[in-house]
Structure formats: structure tokens, C-alpha cells
């Protein structure tokens, strides 16, 4: 049997869980078990269902302690008897993913962005060296544990119908007590985005971040920026992207006024069309773009927001 670790996100399933429905379900046709910990609504429940899902087993409200989290994870996964679990590699997936292999004494892969080849005795594809290479690893044991990139599987549709099933396993006392948490309100989690609206120190200052919300906000998108305009404080570190910030695969990224250093390239280069919009014709993220524009962004920034407004009226 294969199963998917369905993440929820304020009740709601992000759109990696969707993600790793459609891997799993491109893996059986005889259906896909999902663990779910914490409480959704129907509505959610048969969104899983619409992708392949034809069981959700629900854990209940759990604190997010890795500890007591794997071992009740592992209990309902083995008793569903899984021999393949699909999570997606996000903050939480890797929080867990290592700690389930452990657990179920399991083959480990993160970061992978492709189907198995089982011709090759159960190998994956996995992204590595912050996206600018490839690596394909046999994943031996009976047990796999297969944390995908996200952005990286196509959603693809098989509604089936779904049934629901509580578990109710002993864990040890919890020994983290979460005093608080901190979430960004509002936004589209970067992770999460098809397209993202990212700028830099071309803007000059964080008085002119308007016009990168208002194009965002047109296209649906998240905004981000480069690591130099969150130290000095212009934008939140929670949208920096780039090698020591968060790495992104969207499917379109727009970059104003950002030079393109190689530690920011290796947090976004594996967006499937990069824009760049620069006025140094020299700036190094040309050579990375699929679509480059020189000039200056107080001027460009403007027209693509009227013609966005445009062709949304």
C-alpha cells in the first residue's frame, strides 16, 4: 500500500499534499491511504478524494513535538501496513521525514522531483547542490519514505470515493511544551506559490514596495525579496529567498532590481521561467533568465502592472 502525510495548514490541505496524491496515485491505481493529524472539514476531506485518496486516517489534535509525532505517525502507518509514504519536502516534511525513516526502518529521499523508475530497481530523481544538479538514488529497503520537491509533480486528477478512519494510538508525555507560535498572516506561503514577485535593492527603498504588492496581488502571487533588503530590514526574513533563505521552485519568478549573485541564483534557479528586470545590462541574472529586461523598474514595474490590469478587466 502506498500513503501521503496530508499536512494541514489552519484546517486546510496546502497544495503539496495535492502534489504527493497525484505521485502516489501515479504509483497505484488501487488507491492511496493519507494521515492526517489535527481536524479539517469535509469539504477539505474530499478535495484528497478528487486526487486519488480513497482513505484518511485522522490522528486527532497533537502538538507538534517530532518526537511524540513520529511515533504515533509510525503506529498508524504500520498498521495500514504502507510500504511507501509520500510527504511533501517542506519545513515539516523535513522536521519528520528523517525521523519516520528511522522509525519504520525505511529508505530515505528527499528533494525528489520525478516518478520512480522501478526499472531500475525502485530509483528516484533527486534534486541537489541547491538545484543545479541532479543525483539518482536506489532506494533498497522494503520500506520508502519519498519527500517531494514541491512544484515539481503535476497535479493530476482520479476522484474515487473516500472513507475515514480514527486513530487513536499511546504516545509517551510530551516533553516540549510550545509556549507560542508565530505565523505570517494573509500571504501565500512561498513554498506553496506558482508565481512569485521578488525584488532588491534596485527599489531603493521599502517606501516603494507598493508597486511589487500591487503586481502580486494582480498575478496571485507571493512576494520575496534578496537577503540584502531583509538585513537592512526593508522587507520580513520570512521572503528572503536564496541559498541562506528559502528555496523556491515556482513557475514563474519575477525578479526586479536584483543583480542575480550566485547565492541568491541557487534559491530560485529551478523556477521553470525566471524574468529579470534590471537596468545594468551587465547584471548576472541575465545569463540565468528566460526572459530579461533592461531598463529601469520605476518605469517597466508601471506598465506591467497596467497591462495586468488590462487583461484581468
Known amino acids: 500500500m502506498i500513503g501521503i502525510y496530508a499536512e494541514i495548514s489552519d484546517g486546510k490541505f496546502k497544495k503539496s499534499v495535492l502534489e504527493a496524491a497525484s505521485y502516489a496515485n501515479q504509483m497505484n491505481s ?20 478528487k486526487y486519488g485518496v480513497n482513505k484518511i486516517v485522522t490522528i486527532g489534535s497533537i502538538s507538534f513535538d517530532s518526537q511524540n509525532y513520529t511515533q504515533i505517525l509510525s503506529k498508524a502507518i504500520q498498521k495500514e501496513n504502507i510500504q511507501t509514504l509520500i510527504l511533501a519536502n517542506t519545513y ?25 523508475d522501478m526499472n531500475q530497481g525502485f530509483s528516484v530523481k533527486r534534486s541537489v547542490f541547491s538545484g543545479k544538479g541532479f543525483a539518482y538514488v536506489k532506494l533498497i529497503k522494503d520500506t520508502k519514505v519519498i519527500a517531494i ?58 517606501e516603494n514596495w507598493g508597486m511589487v504588492e500591487e503586481l502580486a496581488n494582480l498575478l496571485g502571487a507571493a512576494t520575496a525579496c534578496s537577503k540584502p533588503v531583509s538585513d537592512m530590514g526593508w522587507r520580513p526574513h520570512s521572503e528572503h529567498v536564496g541559498q541562506t533563505g528559502i528555496t523556491i521552485k515556482p513557475n514563474l519568478y519575477i525578479a526586479i532590481g536584483i543583480s542575480g549573485a550566485i547565492q541568491h541564483l541557487a534559491g530560485v534557479s529551478s523556477s521553470k521561467v525566471i524574468v529579470a528586470i534590471n537596468k545594468d545590462p551587465e547584471a548576472p541574472f541575465f545569463k540565468a533568465a528566460d526572459i530579461g529586461i533592461v531598463g529601469d523598474a520605476f518605469e517597466i514595474l508601471p506598465q506591467i502592472i497596467a497591462a495586468a490590469k488590462l487583461n484581468l478587466n
Open 92 to 116: 515539516e516534511g523535513k522536521s519528520i521525514g528523517p525521523r519516520l525513516s528511522i522509525a519504520l526502518n525505511a529508505s530515505l529521499a528527499t528533494n525528489v522531483i520525478s516518478l520512480p
Open 30 to 49: 488501487n488507491g492511496v491511504v493519507a494521515f492526517c493529524v489535527g481536524s479539517t472539514n469535509d469539504d477539505e476531506i474530499q478535495k484528497l478524494s
Open 149 to 206: 520537491t514541491p512544484n515539481s509533480i503535476d497535479l493530476i486528477e482520479r476522484p474515487t470515493s473516500i472513507s475515514i478512519e480514527n486513530f487513536d494510538g499511546a504516545v509517551s508525555e510530551n516533553k516540549t511544551n510550545i509556549t507560542s507560535t508565530h505565523k505570517a498572516e494573509g500571504k501565500i506561503p512561498l513554498t506553496e506559490a506558482e508565481i512569485v514577485v521578488s525584488a532588491g535593492r534596485g527599489l531603493k527603498g521599502p
